[in-house]
């Protein structure tokens, strides 16, 4: 029963659909149950009956191949979340490609109200008028009206309506196009929370994170997870009831998650665990070559190293085996590491016990949640000597930009507090740079900060010559600035400015500045690719927080990751320095006194 013209149509009674789905098919099926959820929603029904259509969907796009066998078992009704009604619907438009409830749904609303009803701000009234006036009944239909101009003079909606749908559809497709991915801190939580349900379960003795994510990637496609363990199924069975699973494929090792990426599961007993980590931890090109070494000095990589006090420790040992010290995870890209590990111990590698103080941080004084004091009394507790303050200035006014009076009065309260905290505070700004590339205070200000961040936040569109040109301007100032989130990326939402990132590097070299390595998890800017270019150029860095709360101030784990990744050594970090060392090293007229 694979053919269209039975959609569904005899037993309701309804018109075919014009859209008709296809039988046994499970995309369809989740496209179908997706489209079940919307049409629900806007009908304004209890939002859970939504949501539970939703969860149908999740669930049967995670099944993959399986779904035809679990509606033939009757396996369905064992999986959480499923209730009979649900799977009525699955098994409907599974057999059939319809189902009666989505047809008499479809019947209520506009010809591609579910579609539609994905847009931020859509309603079922804005709907049917652009429907009943334009015949619009898609979302691409929707974007060619909404540009030839012909919805702002729809009653009810207006031409600034207009520009946001424009805007709403555009970010819209952002998320449909590609695979879906996660970013790396959302996979550092979601591993805290698989390992803390793991940790009661009698059959596991150990679980440690692999894969990409312990490399440290910005974003992943999935989540790689080493189990130590004898018992495969006692893992899968505790493994069903966590929360984050949706469904766990035996057979192929894989649990699928809410967060909509595949968790792979390396489950392996003690003995062979270790050669498991390294093998599932390395770039396929970093084990391809590790392999290629061993066969050359005919060595077996194996179970040598049973007597190793821990896997990390048993890890390492394959590299001394081979005659190399062990890569740590960051650099284990495929790249030159081995060639490196040959003379090189990597004990200089940047790591966050060498950090001595917390740079770029924002207080209340702009768009950051916690006072001058807070943020010091945070920055000592966790073991810091310095903090830098350097709160956006007047033109972000988005972000109360912070204008020169309230500058100084902001530099008393530091004074003031300083007496109170036992840590050094700096006097700084993350100053916008201008479209013609000049800082947003005056000299006469700029010279008696202590610290100055540069940063784009505004202009980010423009042309690349252009944006080179403006960066460029910046970075030769004679004032020593830090170039703050270079690329103004916002991971999986915003592209990196367009600028030729070479120019501005060699103009940054010519000049004075470091800059920065961003920690706040949704930029980590720059992008490791990039370090390495900048460190041929011998420029500095800093790692920093960009917080804008105290909990902000957790993101320097991250930062150092992204370091490491670009190779960077303990030296080239200005805030591994001690605290005067740091304040000379930052001063911004360093370079007019000298
Ligand atoms: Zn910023
Ligand atoms: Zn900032």
């Given amino acids: 029963v694979t053919d269209d013209d039975q959609t569904g149509s005899e037993e309701t009674g309804v018109d ?36 539970a259509f939703e969860r149908g969907a999740q669930l049967v796009s995670a099944m993959g191949d399986e779904l035809g ?21 699955i098994a409907e438009l599974w057999e059939t490609g319809s189902s009666g409830l989505l047809l008499r749904l479809r019947k209520e609303y506009p010809l591609g109200a579910g579609e539609l009803s994905r ?8 709907i049917r008028t652009l429907s009943e006036q334009l015949g619009v009944q898609s979302v691409e239909e929707l974007r060619d009206a909404c540009a030839k101009g012909r919805v702002a003079s729809l009653h009810g909606f207006g031409a600034k309506t207009e520009a946001r749908l424009l805007t709403q559809i555009d970010a819209l497709e952002a998320r449909q196009t590609g695979e879906k991915r996660i970013l790396l801190y959302e996979a550092e939580e979601l591993f805290a929370r698989i390992r803390e349900h793991l940790a009661s379960c009698q059959a ?5 994170l692999s894969g990409a994510a312990r490399r440290a990637e910005e974003t992943l496609r999935e989540l790689e997870l080493l189990i130590v363990s004898d018992d495969e199924q006692g893992v899968f069975d505790q493994l069903k009831d966590l929360g984050a699973v949706i469904y ?17 599961l390396h489950i392996e007993p003690a003995a062979r665990a270790p050669l498991a980590w390294l093998r599932t931890t390395g770039s396929e090109a970093h084990v391809r070559e590790l392999e290629a070494r061993a066969k050359k000095l005919g060595i077996a990589l194996g179970e040598a190293h049973a007597e190793a006090s821990s896997l990390s420790e048993a890890e390492s040992g394959f590299y001394r085996q081979l005659g190399l010290s062990a890569v740590p995870v960051e650099l284990r890209q495929g790249t030159n590491e081995l060639n490196l590990a040959e003379h090189d111990d990597f004990a200089d590698l940047i790591a966050a016990p060498d950090i001595q103080g917390f740079v770029h941080c924002h207080t209340t004084y702009s768009d950051g949640r916690h006072s001058v ?13 310095y903090i830098t303050i350097t709160d956006h200035s007047p033109t972000a006014h988005y972000a109360r930009g912070v204008d020169v009076d309230r500058l100084r009065r902001q530099w008393d309260e530091i004074r003031e507090v300083e007496t109170r905290v036992p840590i050094r505070i700096l006097r700084g700004t993350e100053s916008d740079i201008l479209e013609d590339g000049s800082l947003d205070y005056p000299d006469a200000v700029l010279d008696q900060l202590e610290v100055v961040i540069a940063s784009i936040h505004a202009r980010f569109r423009m042309d690349k010559a252009a944006m080179t040109e403006r960066l460029v301007r910046a970075m030769q100032l004679p004032v020593f600035k830090i170039w703050g989130h270079a690329l103004g990326r916002l991971l999986l939402t915003r592209d990196p400015i367009e600028c030729d990132v070479d120019r501005v590097f060699d103009a940054l ?9 961003s920690g706040d998890r949704h930029r980590l800017d720059l992008p490791p690719a990039l370090i390495p270019r900048a460190r041929e150029r011998g420029i500095p860095f800093v790692i920093s927080v960009d917080a804008h709360s105290t909990e902000g101030l957790n993101s320097l784990a991250l930062g150092v ?26 001063r911004p007229t360093r370079s007019l006194r000298v």
Avoid: W
């Fill in 16 to 51: 075919p659909d014009p859209r008709a789905l296809t039988a046994h098919d499970q995309a369809h099926v989740a496209r179908a149950l997706e489209e079940l959820a919307r049409l629900i929603a806007l009908s304004g029904e209890a939002p859970f009956k939504a949501r």
């Fill in 69 to 89: 066998r679990l509606i033939a078992d009757q396996e369905l009704s064992s999986i959480d979340g499923i209730g009979p009604s649900l799977i009525k619907q």
């Fill in 119 to 126: 847009i931020k701000g859509m309603t079922v009234r804005r």
């Fill in 204 to 208: 596991v003795q150990a679980v440690a």
């Fill in 248 to 264: 766990v494929d035996r057979k192929r090792r894989v649990a699928y998650l809410t967060s909509g990426i595949p968790l792979c």
């Fill in 373 to 385: 004091e807070e943020m010091a009394r945070a920055a000592h507790a966790l073991g810091m000597q």
């Fill in 509 to 517: 070299k010519g000049s004075s500045g470091a800059i920065e390595i």
């Fill in 561 to 586: 990751k992204m370091a490491r990744r670009g190779g960077v050594r303990r030296s080239e970090v200005l805030n591994a320095l001690t605290p005067d060392a740091f304040a000379e090293a930052v």
